[in-house]
């Protein structure tokens, strides 16, 4: 059996080279590239792909792919949004993700985040860093003095529930898959409206699907309560930018975190040390003291790396055996 794996950065080589210790019996080969119709003969005579990129899994990717007899693509992540599931469908490809690499990861980012913004940490560091140890005017807020929403409680908002269980604050949270147990704990309120209503702090937890692009626009800033603050570690097409933006120029949102943004292909986990951001949304909202921007790190862990990269190639193996893995995604 060979895999061959696509865009290895540095730091997964030492979760790739334990893997292939424990399996012997498998042949991998891998690139820094990411799979491209120019990269994907790459692959040719492998029984699988592993991948791991932003950059949208399209038809003709699938096609070339395809082309040269490799007809499973194992993911190391979770999101699969960027995968054009129709072509997908055409050519018979069977698809795994990583769906449980560590919740606690993005769990854990988005909820520091959130903390950071209510005790003001960005202009508390700005004012440290300028020698000025004064605590006036850089008064904070205490986690369990909120009401905070949390829109999606599968592995990550349900972390990230127990995290903010433990600060003590009121937690409200809306799905449309209810979580038995959180539903016995009476969490859930019946709409997103509601949950706009109440929640001083909003939190996102939800997959980039269509249904869910620019959930968080005018519209439903304008139902929130005045002075709000909104937390996105998700993925960039939840929120209309723009619409932050506004809510953040006129007062309707006191603070945002981000770690995704809708453009950040080619933006993001690239070094711009040294130049202009080539986007202006971005150099905006990053000199911004209420604003925290992140570069898509909360997955960024040691042992988020090692289970995506383990969790990816199993996967892979178990494809190319004929069987179906427990990540298999159904589409
Ligand atoms: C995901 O797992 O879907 C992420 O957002 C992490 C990133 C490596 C794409």
């Keep these: ?20 210790t424990a399996h012997p019996e498998i042949e991998i080969d891998f690139t820094s590239e990411l799979l491209t119709p120019e990269t994907a003969a790459l692959a040719q005579g492998a029984d699988g792909a592993v991948v791991y990129q932003q950059l949208d899994y399209t038809r003709d990717t699938l096609a070339a792919l395809a082309n040269v007899g490799v007809k499973s693509i194992s993911l190391r992540n979770v999101g699969t949004d960027n995968i054009d599931f129709d072509a997908a469908r055409e050519f018979g490809f ?11 990861a993005i769990a854990e980012h988005s909820i520091i985040q959130m903390s950071r913004l209510l005790r003001r940490t960005k202009p508390l560091d700005a ?5 000025d140890l004064r605590w006036a005017p850089t008064i904070g807020r205490e986690v369990r003095m909120q009401t905070v929403g949390v829109i999606g409680t599968g592995h990550i908002g349900q972390v990230a529930i127990n995290i903010l269980k433990g600060f003590g604050a009121k937690v409200i949270a809306f799905d449309p898959y209810q979580n038995d147990k959180l539903a016995a704990e009476g969490l859930y309120v019946n709409s997103l409206d ?3 209503a109440q929640a001083d702090v909003i939190s996102l937890y939800v997959p980039g699907v269509p249904a869910n692009h620019h959930m968080i626009n005018d519209e ?3 139902k929130m309560k005045d002075g709000v603050v909104i937390v996105n ?15 953040l120029d006129n007062g309707k949102i006191s603070d945002f975190a981000m770690d995704v943004y809708e453009n950040e292909v080619g933006l993001f986990n690239e070094d711009w040390s040294g130049k202009e951001f080539p986007d202006a949304k971005i150099a905006d909202l990053i000199a911004r ?10 997955f960024y862990t040691t042992k988020a790396v090692e289970e995506m990269v383990h969790q990816s ?11 179906t893995p427990e990540t298999a995604v159904e589409y």
């Design 233 to 247: 570690c998700s993925r960039g097409n939840l929120v209309d930018i723009d619409a932050i933006i506004a809510g």
């Design 94 to 104: 069977k698809i795994s993700n990583v769906p449980v690499y560590s919740p606690n």
């Design 127 to 131: 004012k440290i860093a300028k020698h």
């Design 194 to 196: 509601e949950l706009y």
């Design 1 to 20: 059996t060979k895999i061959f794996a696509y865009g290895i950065r540095e730091d997964e080589k030492p979760a790739l080279q334990e893997w292939a």
């Design 289 to 298: 003291p209420n604003v925290l921007v992140t570069p898509h790190t909360a």
């Design 220 to 222: 439903s800033i304008a």
């Design 313 to 323: 190639f199993d996967a892979a193996v178990a494809f190319a055996g004929g069987q």
